[in-house]
């Protein structure tokens, strides 16, 4: 346990996928008043550097976040749809001289959107990254707003709901370095639920040839249902997930292929601004013939 390291992810399209639909997700959570709860079960390290040791190592970064940035700049692509200018507004707020050298996490992506009176609660397991995470969040001067625990977010994080304004947001996002955490994810969904059925909840997962990725969101689209709530299942594929054989007959097992993002109490207006999106990311960050997207929703 505890070999993944969001570091040399950070930006890569399964990023872009998560943050869009986070930023999207806020941004509409964040038009009434009353105080807006975020409960980040796994934070991660809240910041990073694209430029550094651990994102230059897999370099995913350049085929996800990079990518969009420098094709954005050329003024002969077509013009970004909403939810996606908004993820590189975001992105781009926090490298003011230009270029990405810093890429946000969920932490800092969601403080950066909240108000004073919001509250933003991350639980990290990694030492490492923990670590990290508070030296990066005290520099915010944040006080009371935001908290950090190293606890475990499956076990722990549900005693944030319901928060007193009875209105809260839910990242659950997990490395899945084990099986049994895709059925930590539903027992998780599934007690939260029970404890505040008015919050949305989000959760990110991999697509990944291995029955419990693949039963997932079917999962997640039961337990909705039988709930009585909404949901919305969006996902984002840029390859093939073959394993591939070269010249020499070595094979080579293709990095993360596809994920997606199932959220339970979407905001209403999400599906709109994915719709023209998605398709957007999958032929920007398409890898092969392989890239497509797909959203559905339901409840
Ligand atoms: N949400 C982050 C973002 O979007 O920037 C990325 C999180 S990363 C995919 C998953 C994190 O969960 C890792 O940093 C890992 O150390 C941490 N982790 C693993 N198991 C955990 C647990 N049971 N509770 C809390 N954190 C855990």
Same mark, same amino acid.
């Given at each position: 346990m505890?070999s ?5 992810h950070?930006?890569?399209?399964a ?7 986070l930023?999207? +997700?806020? *941004? ?5 008043e ?19 040791d651990y994102?230059? +190592?897999?370099?995913?970064?350049a ?8 094709e954005?700049k ?5 013009p ?15 490298n ?9 996490g ?6 950066h959107?909240?108000?004073?009176h919001?509250?933003l609660?991350l639980? *990290?397991?990694h030492?490492?990254d923990?670590?990290? $995470?508070d ?7 944040? @006080? ?8 475990d977010g499956?076990?722990?994080?549900t ?13 659950c996002?997990p490395?899945y370095?084990?099986k ?8 998780f969904?599934?007690?939260a639920?029970k404890r ?7 959760v ?11 039963? $997932?969101?079917?999962?997640l ?20 997930s ?7 007959g070595a ?7 596809a994920? @997606?993002m ?12 994915? *719709?023209p ?7 920007r ?6 890239a497509?997207?797909?959203l *559905?929703?339901g409840g």
């Open positions: 505890f993944y390291r969001h570091a040399f950070a930006g890569n399209h990023d872009v996928l998560k943050h869009t639909v930023i999207a +997700t806020l *941004e509409h959570l964040l038009e009434k009353a105080a807006l709860t975020v409960v980040d079960t796994h934070a991660g390290a809240g910041l990073y550097r694209l430029d550094g994102a230059g +190592t897999s370099g995913e970064a085929e996800g976040v990079l990518r969009l940035l420098s954005a050329d003024a002969k692509t077509t970004l749809p909403d939810a996606l200018a908004r993820y590189l507004a975001v992105v781009r707020d926090f003011p001289k230009g270029g990405a050298r810093i890429y946000p969920s932490p800092f992506i969601t403080h959107l909240l108000r004073e919001d509250k609660k639980f *990290e397991l030492p490492t923990a670590h990290t $995470l030296a990066n969040i005290a520099q915010l001067e944040a @006080g009371r707003q935001i908290a950090v625990l190293r606890e499956f076990g722990s994080a005693k944030f709901l319901p928060p007193p304004s009875r209105r809260a947001l839910v990242l996002d490395s370095e084990i049994s955490d895709y059925a930590r994810v539903l027992d969904v599934s007690a639920l505040f059925a008015t919050g949305t909840y989000a990110w997962y991999p697509i990944i040839p291995r029955p419990e990725a693949h039963d $997932l969101p079917r999962r689209k039961t337990l909705a249902t039988k709930a009585g709530k909404s949901w919305l299942h969006a996902t984002l594929t840029v390859k093939s073959k394993i591939v054989t070269d010249a020499s094979t080579h097992r293709p990095g993360l292929p994920s @997606g199932f959220l339970i109490n979407p905001p209403y207006t999400l599906k709109a601004l994915l *719709e999106a998605l398709p957007q990311m999958a032929q960050l398409g890898q092969d013939r392989h497509t997207s797909s *559905e929703s």
